[in-house]
Each structure stands twice: as structure tokens, then as C-alpha cells.
């Protein structure tokens, strides 16, 4: 299992630019990931500071998995994407994932056993906030796993 310092901390409300999609499978996951933040980037890429925090929401629906995926925005909404408000969260469980996404369902592990061992329970769709994604073999990319949580 992966090995990562796990805090607690209150979320902050975001304003997300965004594509939301449901897959049926997990392995359907990247397919969607990257390209609806691709196809919002061209919407909005050419607005300053746009582009500097890319999130993504991931939720089970009764159809598979909902996925949100966009950037925080302050700007108007455009044809192509939409406008998604992620609100402030109380409490959540939070864990920095290093390196490739083909490894993070080690780390999401780790945090969700994390939560279980201090007795918390889910209280919404985990996050994941990509603090840098830059590089096409992902060996240094940073990850924030976010999930809110509540006491049972």
C-alpha cells in the first residue's frame, strides 16, 4: 500500500469551468479525464491564472461513476462547459499522490483505510486537485486526494 502523510482540513468553495460525463467502468476513467480538461483549456486557456487549478470530481451515480473535471474560474459562462459550484466542506481527508496516475488507486487506498482507522465516515464526492500535471509521463506530477468526511 502506498506510504503518504494524510491531514485533516476544511476545503474551500470552487467555481469550476467543467465537462461532466459518467462512466460505467473505472477503466473508462482516463479516457474522459484528459480530454474534458483539454476541451475546457481551449474554451478558457487564454484568460490569465485560467488554467492554474485543475480539479477533478469523482461521484458514484446510480449509471457508474460521475466525473467532473475542469479548471477554478471566475469568468463567464461559454458554449462548451459548465459552470459547476464545488462547495466548502467542513472537514475532509487529504493525502499528496507523487508520479503517475496508473498508481493512485494505491494512495486512494491508503486514505481511505486512513479514514476508516480514525473513524470518519464519506460526506460527499472525493476531489482530486492536480497542483502540477504538466509533464506527458506524469513522474512528477502532485496530486491532492481529497475526500470530505464527517464523525458517524
Known sequence: ??????????????????????????????????PSFDSVSQIIGGERGTLETPVALYETVDDGLQIIAGYAYTGPARDGFEIIELPAV??????????????????????????????????????????RAISEDQSDWVTELQQPVRRD
Not at 496516475?101 to 494505491?106: G, P
Not at 486514505?111 to 460526506?123: M, N, Y
Open 90 to 131: 467542513e472537514n475532509a481527508v487529504c493525502g499528496v499522490h507523487l508520479g503517475s496516475m496508473e498508481h493512485i488507486a494505491e494512495s486512494w487506498q491508503a486514505l481511505h483505510a486512513e479514514i476508516f482507522a480514525r473513524g470518519l465516515v464519506h460526506s460527499g464526492p472525493c476531489r482530486e486537485l492536480y497542483v
Open 1 to 34: 500500500m502506498s506510504q503518504i502523510e494524510i491531514i485533516e482540513k476544511p476545503l474551500p468553495a470552487v467555481r469550476l469551468a467543467a465537462r461532466r460525463a459518467v462512466v460505467a467502468d473505472q477503466p473508462e476513467v482516463a479516457s474522459v479525464v484528459g
